[in-house]
Each structure stands twice: as structure tokens, then as C-alpha cells.
């Protein structure tokens, strides 16, 4: 083989060289880049905030669960609001919110697990989803009213604005947090306290949660007393008109054997169609008209939810009466009962919000 070959062969052999380390040094620098950046940022508060912000906003549970740790933050927060629900109630001896207290500690185990399940299913459908079918937190099955105390927490009414800054401290840290309130457009900065866990950072408490709770009560109570002021006029009217066809029905439907004949039917029929679904209607288009204040939303929905509940339990009613369906009677009553829980709901809020009880509860 000639001088030349062997030339060239070295000359390749220093050119494979170079590139071999220029390959190895851009390596090592990836290497040592990765694990410089999963140290000093993607080992930090700042880092796993980030990333369950985009979580929420991608709708990815598991980065979200991964994150956040929705058992302790659902049990501290519980804590919080359980205790607002009746804080304030000095009509309530000690002995009887310790006893209030106590029963709340019994079924919290079961609501926080529920719960944590519910405001992820919340996150993905971007609409609360009410519990159904079996599940305890359906209507009063515990002995509270699930709905109410959702509404209470203002967990959906609360919107994040910003993330302010985080502070750092050991293996814990707080994030201050903006987030605007929907129904008065007011600002509140939250304090996320965030824990090292396995070296992931996740948000353990909302810190000042309770002061959250008071902060906003005084604002949205405000706007829901004057609601309901002025709305006062248009409820005392209805509850007369009401009343007055409630005692008509009863009439109508009363029978010396309990069996309504075919004529009785016709009255009845004709007087629901007439007069007692009219009047639900013409309410809820006075209702509707009034202007609804900062923290009034609430109530004005649940009043027209309880109009809607309402109308279609009596149109049920009617279709069981003229074609004589048991199952019709049966979607009857049903829509009647949940009628029945919305009142309790606006009776509750009413009553803790501290409206003047003279003014009549209505749905």
C-alpha cells in the first residue's frame, strides 16, 4: 500500500476523532444540561406550579393529581368551612355547635374523598357534575345539603388570575396566588402552602382559605339582601296566588273513595294547565326581570331551577292523569322532591346570610 493511502487513512482517522468528541462533548453538555435543569427548576415550586397550571388548563388529571395533593387540601378547607357555616350563628349555644362540629368530623372522610373526585371531573368537563344515583353526596342522604355546601366554598365562582410570587423555605413553600371571585369581580390573593414530597413539589393548603370565606361573605351578602328586597313584592304576590291555588287543587282532588273519576281528571287537568302552571311562569318572568347583585346569582338561579323543577313535575302530573301511567305519576313526584330540595337550599341560604326572616322564603 502506497505513503498516500496511508496518509489519508490517518487523516480519516483524526477527522473520525473530532467528530467523536465534538458528539461526546455535545452529549455530556445534554446530559449535564438535564440534570443541571431538573435540579435547579424542574426540582422547584416555581416549576410544579407551572405545570399544574397547564394541567388545569389541559385538563390532565393525572399531572393534576400529581401536583396538587386534593386529599389534604379538601380536608383543610373543610375544616375551614364547616366552621364558617355556623361561626357567625349566635342564635347556636356552645353545646350545640360542638355537636354540629362533631357530626361534621364523622361524615368528612367521605366527603373529602368524593369531593377530591368531583372538582377533578369538574376540571375536565368544565361544569360541576352533581352527584347521581347512589352516591352519599346525592340530595340530604348525609344529613347537609352537598349542593349548598359546594356553593358555600365559592370553589365555583373562583377563577385564577395570576401567580403572584413564591417563597421559599426548606422543603415547604407559599405561593401567592390571584384569583378573582365571578359573581362581585372582586380580587383575593390566596396563599398555596406547597410541600417536597419524593422531590415533587405539590400544593398541600390554601393557607388563608377562611380568610377567603370572610372576606367575600360580607360583599356577596350585600348584593344577595338587596336581591331579595328587591324581589319582595313579586314573592309576597306569588305566595298569595299560590297558596289560594294549592287550596283550589286540593279541592278538586278531593274523593270520597280516593279514586278520581274521568270528569274529576278533566278539572284538574284543565285547572294545572289553566292556572297553577301559568302563574309559576308568570312569576319566574317577573323574577328574571329584576336585577341581579353581586352574590345574588346564586339564589336567582336556584329560584329558576326550582320554577323548571316545578313546571315539569305538574306536566308530568298532567300526562299521568290523562293517560292514567303510574310510571308518569312516579316522574311526577320525583321532580317534585328535587322542587322540594331547591327550597330547602334558598330556605338555608336565606337563613345563613342572616336576611331578615320576614321576608318570605320562596322558591
Known sequence: MSNIDWQEMLVKGR?????????????????????LWNFFFAS???YALNQLNKAIQTKDQKT??????????????YDDLTRDMFAHDTKLTDDTKVMFETFYMKIKPQLVE?????????????????????????????????????????????????????TRTGNTAIAKVQVRDKYTDTIFTLQLLMAKNDGTWQVTEIQNYRGYLDFLGPIQEAGLKKYISATSDIVNKYNSILDTQQTRFKKLSQSSDGILTASMRSKIVSYVRSDIIPAL???????????INDGAQYIAAQRKESTRLSVAAWGHFITALETDTPDEFNIADSFHKDSLDVDHRIDDIIKNTAISRELPSIP
Open 15 to 35: 477527522r473520525r476523532t473530532r467528530i467523536q468528541r465534538i458528539v461526546g462533548i455535545i452529549v455530556l453538555a445534554v446530559v449535564l444540561g438535564f440534570g
Open 44 to 46: 422547584t415550586p416555581e
Open 64 to 77: 393534576i393529581t400529581k401536583y396538587c395533593n386534593l386529599e389534604s387540601i379538601c380536608g383543610k378547607a
Open 114 to 166: 368524593e369531593t377530591g373526585q368531583l372538582i377533578l371531573d369538574y376540571i375536565a368537563n368544565d361544569n360541576w357534575q352533581s352527584p347521581t344515583g347512589n352516591n352519599i353526596l346525592k340530595g340530604r342522604q348525609l344529613g347537609i345539603d352537598y349542593e349548598f355546601l359546594i356553593e358555600r366554598s365559592q370553589l365555583r365562582n373562583t377563577e385564577l388570575v395570576k401567580i403572584d410570587h413564591i
Open 281 to 291: 311562569e308568570k312569576r319566574q318572568e317577573e323574577l328574571d326581570k329584576v336585577e
